[in-house]
């Protein structure tokens, strides 16, 4: 069975740091991209960060520069290093997978795992 | 990085049929086919229903469709059942460097 676990959310103060895990397991994780993905509470979903597998990483301007994305394929495990935090970077923080790296397609993420809730709060 | 057009609440009585919109440009949902549907019940993760458009992942019941016209994407619910009742996300491929646009969410209410 395929499944990923979140882990590292935290109550953090503003301008501090936090680093997210990931743990992976039912699939061979280093052929994959991987995602992460935020909500905020009653928002909508919006995508923070991804790897390929070649360890190319990419992220939206809200995030980039204060946010840096990594993989280790033999832990099999997904990170994401968040600094500089501000308030509107609360959120339930979720890990995805994507496509393989043999696979034209794109823009899916499957499955998610269960999230783990990040504030940024004084 | 502005979100995809969904209406915020859509509802049908059980057995009928509903369609979620999902508008964008040409820059993501008219410009690939690369646009997936998720469905989100109440403190759950979301979970992938349609993908590349039109296509279901194993398992899903083929009650859901997908389908895309210029920069609007549908997804269809026939023979709407209460579990159904959910919010759901529209999500598209934008460019090489934006990556992955959400859209703004519809919640789906059986009467």
């Known amino acids: 069975e395929v499944q990923l676990v979140e882990s590292g959310g935290a109550l953090v103060q503003p301008g501090g740091s936090l680093r997210l895990s990931c743990a992976a397991s039912g699939f061979t994780f280093s052929t994959y991209d991987m995602h992460w993905i935020r909500q905020a509470t009653g928002k909508g979903l919006e995508w923070v960060s991804s790897i390929g597998t070649s360890g190319d990483t990419y992220y939206p301007d809200s995030v980039k520069g204060r946010f840096t994305m990594s993989r280790e394929n033999a832990e099999n495990s997904l990170y994401l290093q968040m600094n500089s935090l501000r308030a509107g970077d609360t959120a339930v923080y979720y890990c995805?997978?994507?496509?393989?790296?043999?696979?034209?397609?794109?823009?899916?993420?499957?499955?998610w795992g269960q999230g783990t809730l990040v504030t940024v709060s004084s | 990085q502005s979100a995809l057009t969904q209406p915020a609440s859509v509802s049908g009585s059980p057995g009928q049929s509903i369609t979620i919109s999902c508008t964008g440009t040409?820059?993501?949902?008219?410009?690939?086919?690369?646009v997936s549907w998720y469905q989100q019940h109440p403190g759950k993760a979301p979970k992938l229903m349609i993908y590349e458009v039109s296509k279901r992942p194993s398992g899903i019941s083929n009650r859901f469709s997908g389908s895309k016209s210029g920069n609007t994407a549908s997804l269809t619910i026939s023979g709407l059942q209460a579990e159904d009742e959910a919010d759901y996300y529209c999500s598209s491929y934008r460019n090489s460097i934006t990556l992955y646009v959400f859209g703004t969410g519809t919640k789906v209410l059986v009467l």
């Open positions: 995805a997978r994507g496509r393989p790296y043999y696979d034209s397609s794109n823009g899916w993420f499957d499955p």
């Open positions: 040409s820059s993501d949902v008219g410009g690939y086919n690369f």
